[in-house]
């Protein structure tokens, strides 16, 4: 639900964008329609690395941590998926990004 809510938003973004540039113009939409399609590519590739850079996330070294490290790599052999890169955010709150199974990451 939440993945067809966001496709939603910045569909809805985007036709915004595209209706206001078409109000200068034929150039104008052209280039909002662009801008669009930046926006959407730049929301959708490295939204990641945002979300971790926002509350000042570092990643876990390999002797960091290692019974939580343990145990997620136990439960991704379980699951067959890749292990998360595990993160360390200065926050009370974890924080889990929801990625295929080959990007995934995690912060605590």
Do not use: C
Not at 84 to 93: L, N
């Amino acid at each position: 639900m939440n993945q067809i809510r966001t496709i939603l938003y910045l569909g809805a973004l985007s036709a915004l964008l595209i209706g206001l540039g078409s109000l200068a113009g034929r150039e104008a939409a052209i280039a909002a329609a662009l801008f669009a399609v930046v926006l959407g590519a730049s929301a959708y590739f490295a939204s990641d690395r945002l979300v971790l850079a926002m509350p000042g996330a570092r990643e876990l070294g390999p002797n960091e941590a290692p019974s939580l490290q343990g145990t997620v790599k136990k439960l991704a052999e379980t699951a067959e998926v890749p292990a998360p890169r595990m993160f360390v955010i200065r926050s009370p709150h974890a924080l889990a990004i929801v990625a295929p199974p080959q990007v995934g990451e995690g912060a605590a």
